[in-house]
């Protein structure tokens, strides 16, 4: 006769025995410390967190896979080891680091966070939601994951993996941004979080949605937590968690301007609000029509650059994906003929001299680009 498994949730959503509670942490812990990856912030068994490693880890991880962040991390602490290097770093300095990490908004937080953690918390990263919660570019994920990891407090997390995890432990088959079915999962993990190691455990549900409770094809037969599972007893791991309906992207078309002069390209800075700010990039007009306007870009060039140029050549032209938006970037190239740049336009650079420059990733694309036309 089949086992009939009593389901781990109620009517009220919430975890219906302290036991199964603890069953579920148990396992998972046990799995934890046999499967847990190794990763450059990630402390030793037995050895104490550092709260720097973890604060920037922490933000590099957001909205990014781990695989892409080690080796930004290493590089980053091989350069600013410490949060006072990062505090006293200039922001150019930080930004150049991130580049190609993208979410550049991260990086200036970051910054931003480490001048408040020496300023007002004597440089020791705090250890409290609340505390955590007052600095830049922290929220309730962000500060959950700090106080429990570095200072072993139990404090609850849920990002993508947790909540794939949770909505399949308890079959919760309504889309994860509804508000309600956000509240339900963080009142899930509230409950499930230990005083005991909770920063190991908040890891393992983290690791658990990387490695085995995936989006697509799960390995439910590899999973420490199966026999816990709803979704798994009733055969929907393939449709748990319930996707949020989004909107397509929309197309808009930008013109990048590689402007040459004896052997240099013309590179300015983007404004300090807004995508990329501060950062630097070649001339570029945005929201432009599909096709590029020969007159309107050579009177632009003129009027607000203080240039004329010889010759305007549609290259090549590449897509750039946010969640919103299909970028369209067309590069152009030109040679200036005469004139001279207006003071503050910008500044004169070879392509082999861009080290000490932060530019987009689209920017980088269009340098590559250019290199291979030499």
């Known amino acids: ?98 580049q190609g990490l993208g979410y550049y908004r991260r990086a200036r937080n970051l910054h931003a966070a480490a001048k408040m953690i020496i300023d007002e918390h004597d440089g020791r990263v705090p250890d409290t939601v609340e505390a955590l919660l007052k600095l830049p570019g922290i929220g309730r994920y962000t500060a959950g994951a700090i106080a429990s990891i570095a200072h072993n407090r139990p404090a609850p997390i849920l990002d993508g993996n947790v909540a794939r995890v949770l909505t399949r432990l308890f079959l919760i088959d309504k889309p994860t941004d509804q508000p309600n079915t956000r509240d339900q999962l963080w009142q899930l993990a509230q409950q499930l979080v230990p005083k005991s190691r909770p920063g190991d455990f908040n890891q393992s549900l983290m690791e658990l949605g990387a490695l085995i409770c995936t989006k697509a094809n799960p390995t439910c037969l590899r999973c420490p937590l199966a026999k816990c599972c709803n979704a798994f007893d009733q055969g929907r791991t393939d449709d748990i968690p319930v996707s949020p309906k989004r909107k397509a992207p929309v197309a808009v078309h930008h013109h990048i301007l590689a402007i040459q002069r004896r052997g240099q390209f013309l590179f300015q800075q983007r404004p300090e609000t807004g995508l990329w700010s501060n950062m630097w990039q070649l001339p570029t007009l945005e929201d432009q029509p599909a096709k590029p306007d020969a007159a309107a870009i050579r009177r632009y060039i003129k009027n607000e650059l203080g240039l004329t140029i010889a010759d305007l050549t549609n290259t090549t032209h590449f897509k750039h994906q946010t969640t919103h938006r299909t970028i369209h970037f067309h590069l152009l190239r030109a040679t200036a003929a005469t004139g001279r740049l207006k003071r503050g336009a910008g500044q004169w650079r070879k392509l082999i001299q861009l080290d000490d420059l932060p530019l987009p990733n689209p920017q980088r694309k269009a340098v590559e680009l250019l290199n291979d036309e030499r």
Request: charge should be positive.
């Open 1 to 98: 006769m089949p086992h009939k498994r009593t389901k781990f949730i109620d009517s009220e959503s919430s975890i219906d025995a302290g036991s199964r509670a603890a069953t579920i942490r148990r396992r998972l812990l046990a799995w934890y410390d046999k499967h847990q990856r190794v990763m450059p912030w990630r402390a030793s068994k037995g050895r104490t967190p550092n709260p720097y490693h973890v604060l920037v880890s922490e933000a590099m991880l957001q909205q990014t896979q781990v695989a892409t962040v080690i080796p930004y991390f290493n590089r980053f602490m091989q350069e600013l080891p410490t949060l006072r290097d990062l505090a006293q770093a200039n922001e150019q300095q930080v930004l150049r680091l991130w």
